[in-house]
């Protein structure tokens, strides 16, 4: 994912409210939203060179999302997967220990209970969300981005005004305003490199779900929804 916002207890009826723009080259294959068969009660897309993912729910009451951290340098390949990041956490509530041995990311796990963010750049950082909505994208934590503040003042406007069903939330995913530059849009059209999917989960205070996602093609048109529902455990 290249630029994600998280809301915790912002929405009287959905207090988990996940949302984002995964950004990748075209060429790159990937399945679709789905529920996995090798890892039981995960639903995910699919990075097929990776084997991992960049947003996703498991059955058992997790989620989780990625974005990478840009590295002048380009990734390192010998560093593993940071997709493997997510599916482990899914699979098996597995937090990442060694964040060196990854390329530069940002990633938030959590629960109903809580939700937490870890990243390796500049330096190793964990720490618990607080309640409110936090923006993530392409660069450390805390640094300005124009894609991660203008999807927050849009979350902050969509709640202002009343914060109807969590699918809205797919409106401000699609923003295209061109004041800034093409690749800094919340939504990049690029034929080459831009806006595969956009991802919305939601869990209401019941632990009732759903994860719903809408692909692109390489034109910036689109090319296929899905939306799964899960139940939660509650008290979690």
């Not at 530059?181 to 989960?201: D, H, K, L, Q, W």
Request: negative net charge.
């Amino acid at each position: 994912m290249c630029v994600v916002a998280v809301g915790l207890n912002i929405h009287p009826e959905w207090p988990l409210l996940v949302a984002g723009n995964r950004d990748e080259f075209h060429a790159r294959a990937s399945d679709p939203l789905h529920i996995w068969r090798d890892a039981m009660g995960i639903i995910a897309g699919r990075d097929l060179v990776s084997g991992g993912t960049w947003m996703g729910v498991s059955q058992a009451g997790r989620f989780a999302v990625v974005t990478n951290i840009r590295d002048p340098d380009g990734p390192d390949p010998s560093k593993k997967s940071r997709g493997a990041l997510v599916a482990d956490w899914l699979a098996d509530g597995a937090r990442p220990k060694e964040l060196d041995g990854f390329n530069p990311f940002n990633l938030i796990i959590g629960d109903m209970a809580q939700a937490e963010y870890f990243a390796n750049r500049p330096a190793p950082v964990r720490r618990v969300l607080k309640t409110g909505i936090q923006l993530f994208s392409n660069a450390p934590d805390g640094e300005p981005w124009p894609r991660k503040d203008r999807l927050e003042l849009a979350f902050a406007t969509w709640l202002t005004n009343g914060a109807g069903h969590p699918e809205q939330i797919f409106d401000l995913l699609a923003d295209e305003t061109d004041d800034v530059p093409a690749m800094e849009r919340i939504f990049i059209r690029n034929p080459v490199y831009g806006t595969r999917c956009s991802t919305v989960i939601a869990v209401n205070t019941q632990g009732a779900g759903f994860i719903s996602e809408r692909r692109f093609d390489a034109q910036g048109a689109a090319a296929g929804e899905t939306r799964l529902a899960f139940d939660w455990p509650i008290g979690m």
